[in-house]
């Protein structure tokens, strides 16, 4: 379970670093693109989706040309935008007779693309989003790690005389039950001395196998179930 909760903290951390430092990251890589965009905005009117999306000899969209010459790499989900913008303008034309009415749905589509361009890659709400998660498995690590601690300060032992478990002891005359239900499946045994009951995890202790072996040593009257064969 310590191995679990390592692993849980260590998410934790990735969030933590994609909200403070992986997603700033790429929006300041994206913000040169947006910049190069905007003085070309500045020029004349900005390429639409098709055009953005026409391949060179390379098969490389003119949108990934102009990024590159801006000198960075575009953000996938950007393109994806452009592919969707594109989508959408040839679906307006496919089911609007009106010509003139579709051009001007195109144009409505097409005048929030350079916006969407421009726009950071992730905004706060995607920041703050990283930061709740890393939040919330922090937590449950923090959970974890105390059930651990809870189950190490409780130590079983078992000798000639009896059974302990820290300062509780019983003799094995006292032994009145074992519950041998999930000891196969989950390797837990369940002890019953009248109306107190230990729960025996060999998940958690080591050592639970050799308590078993001392207690059907010295209660002949009890026996381990037969593991059930497989269906």
Partial sequence: MAGVAVVIAAMGAWFVYDGAIGYP???EAHAIFAAALQ?????????????????????EPYIEQFARGAGVKLASSKIEYVKSTQAKVEAVFNKEPDKEKAAA?????????TAKLMSPLYN???????????????LFAGLLIGM?????????????????R???????????????AQ??????????????????DGWHYANVDDIVAKVLEHRKDFTMPEKPAKE
């Fill in 148 to 164: 651990v601690a809870a189950r190490a300060r409780v130590t079983f032992t078992a000798d000639d005389e009896g059974l302990g």
């Fill in 39 to 59: 003085a070309l905005q500045q020029e004349g009117e900005p390429p639409k989706a098709a055009e953005w999306l026409k391949e060179n000899d390379d098969g």
């Fill in 124 to 138: 706060e709400t995607d920041l703050n989003t990283q930061f709740g998660f890393a939040v919330v498995f922090f």
């Fill in 166 to 180: 820290n300062n509780e002891r019983f003799a094995y005359a006292e032994l009145t039950s074992i519950d041998w």
């Fill in 25 to 27: 990251k790429k929006n």
């Fill in 105 to 113: 749905k195109a144009g409505e589509i097409e005048a929030a693309l």
């Fill in 183 to 200: 000891w196969h499946d989950k390797h837990i045994a369940r002890f019953a001395f009248g109306a107190t009951g230990w729960t025996l």
